[in-house]
């Protein structure tokens, strides 16, 4: 039904620009990828094979995690520089063929000389899921252990997620830019709606051309479950001059109870190198994650290579490899998701094709 629903609204999205006002414009976008990987590991409960989806990672055969969205983009011109806006946007895998309403944003907001504010389901300011080259495909880092992910309990707290009833702002100054959130009354994993709790996020980041630094900290105590603590910091630099381009990140978090069970403790973090080449962009990514916490310690390795061919500035192809090891005592195979599969390595090869409008 929900299904149905969704297809009725898209499909009445593409006549809005007809009936809008002079000062309203209303943009229908999308992008969508599949890929097709052979993967290969160690694992008891993983057969090695050619597979089909939408993003995952090596060993990680998964259509979340990905690009893939559909939505639309609405601006009204209320005069004196003031703008009333709104978007709405669906996750939308190929692999299992579905929309998945209410996955990605939707809020509505304004917009001046004063910054922005939204209010809605959005993604908090910690989230800087598409600093990585190769985010979306299945050689990210999210997806291979080297940064937090959105699984094992964290959700919306990590990179490349979505929360509801977030409050947020945005605005620059000068070579300074700065994004702060409030996640609240959510309520936690274990059902507890009326708790109340809020979770904290703010991001600054400073131009230094050709060098942009960025910090993002986020405090979510008793956001998750109750008697919880949960905290996440990172540091990241974006480093390009002419063909060449370098991203690194290292974060830091910890999930423990009040009674003093860490459930999650862990450091970790991320180099990748671009060349650009013509319309071909050359990438190498390693990152390495060690995990300590009161249900296992160990560390997660990982290396990914590829090639990404831009056909366009809204078409893209993509091929490579990518590793990642977990130690034998790795409490969540990914750092970020749920299941243990410590003690196994994981090769992923393949490719595919990203399309966007």
Known sequence: MKKQIL???????????????????VTLFGQLQTQIVH????????????????????GWIADGNGPNRIGVNVNHDLGN??????????DVQTGSGGITAGSRDLYVGLSGDFGRVLLGRQSLPYNTAGKDPLNGTFMQARGNGARLG?????????????????????????IVSLNVAVATDNGDVAGNTDSGEQAYSARLNFDLNPVELYIAHTNGDDFLAQDTDFRASKIGVDWSTGPF????????????????????????????????MGRNDFVLSLGHTRSSADAGDGNTDFAALGIKHN?????????GVSY???DDDVPFGRPGDAGG??????????GGMRVSF
């Open 7 to 25: 297809a009725v609204a898209v499909a009445g999205a593409f006549a809005l620009p007809a009936f809008a006002a002079a000062d309203s414009s």
């Open 39 to 58: 993967h290969s590991g160690g694992s008891s409960d993983f057969d090695s094979g050619v597979r089909v989806h939408d993003a995952g990672g090596a």
């Open 81 to 90: 520089g003031l703008n009333a806006i709104m978007k709405w946007e669906e």
């Open 150 to 174: 959105t699984g094992g309990g964290i959700g919306g707290l990590g990179n490349g997620s979505y929360l509801d009833r977030v409050v947020s702002y945005g605005n620059s100054f000068g």
């Open 245 to 276: 381009r370098v991203v690194a990140e290292v974060e830091d978090y910890k999930w423990e109870t009040d009674d003093g069970f860490t459930v999650r403790d862990a450091t970790g973090g991320f180099v990748s190198g671009v060349y650009t």
């Open 311 to 319: 056909f366009s500035n809204r078409v893209m192809a993509f091929a």
């Open 324 to 326: 990642t090891s977990h």
């Open 341 to 350: 599969i410590g003690g196994n390595s994981y090769t992923g090869v393949g």
